[in-house]
């Protein structure tokens, strides 16, 4: 099984891959409240969240 099968079977909280949320880029924007946030996956392999 897969890390993100077995982190959905042992907990409520929803899980999400950043690379399917980026469609396999470097950066997705999420909004919250109308409020737009940069989603950005370093060439690190890090994740940085900004407004």
Same mark, same amino acid.
Request: glycine share 8%.
């Given at each position: 099984?897969?890390? #993100?099968?077995? =982190?959905r079977?042992n907990?409520?909280?929803?899980?999400?891959?950043?690379? #399917?949320?980026t469609?396999?880029?470097s950066?997705? #924007? #999420?909004?919250?409240?109308?409020?737009?946030?940069?989603?950005?996956?370093?060439?690190?392999?890090?994740? =940085?969240?900004?407004?």
């Amino acid at each position: 099984m897969s890390l #993100i099968h077995d =982190i959905r079977t042992n907990t409520a909280t929803p899980v999400h891959d950043a690379r #399917i949320l980026t469609e396999g880029g470097s950066t997705a #924007i #999420i909004v919250l409240d109308g409020t737009l946030y940069t989603l950005r996956i370093t060439r690190a392999g890090k994740l =940085i969240l900004t407004k």
